[in-house]
């Protein structure tokens, strides 16, 4: 069984940082892809960052470039998501998912999702 598990969201101020993780279990991050999507009330679903260690890619949203980093942890099967500068439109319901490969939105749709986590970021 497959099973992503997100954790590191909270309430932040603005410009301020939050590191989520997501630990993958019954799947080989090394094989694979892994990222994270969000979706915000009211709003559809995006797709945030994405990490493949096996095609050496890495990807992000033009909304979140410059701000936030994804990387492998020294634990095996763990990505993170380092957030800085957060902004309240960053606030969202983070969710892990595991893939083919990166950028899941135009390659493939991602084959596993997460619980999400919830990052509030207040103005």
């Known amino acids: 069984e497959v099973q992503l598990q997100a954790s590191g969201g909270g309430l932040v101020q603005t410009g301020g940082s939050l590191r989520l993780s997501c630990a993958a279990s019954?799947?080989?991050?090394?094989?694979?892809?892994i990222g994270w999507f969000r979706q915000a009330p009211g709003k559809e679903r995006e797709e945030v960052s994405c990490?493949?260690?096996?095609?050496?890619?890495?990807t992000y949203a033009d909304s979140v470039k410059g701000r936030f980093t994804i990387s492998s942890g020294n634990a095996k099967n763990t990505v993170y998501l380092q957030m800085n500068s957060l902004k309240p439109e960053d606030t969202a319901v983070y969710y892990c998912?595991?893939?083919?490969?990166?950028?899941?939105?135009?390659?493939?749709?991602?084959?596993?999702w997460g619980q999400g986590t919830l990052v509030t970021v207040s103005s």
């Open positions: 990490f493949s260690k096996n095609d050496a890619l890495t």
């Open positions: 019954g799947f080989t991050a090394d094989d694979y892809a």
């Open positions: 998912v595991g893939g083919w490969t990166c950028p899941f939105a135009s390659v493939s749709a991602p084959w596993y």
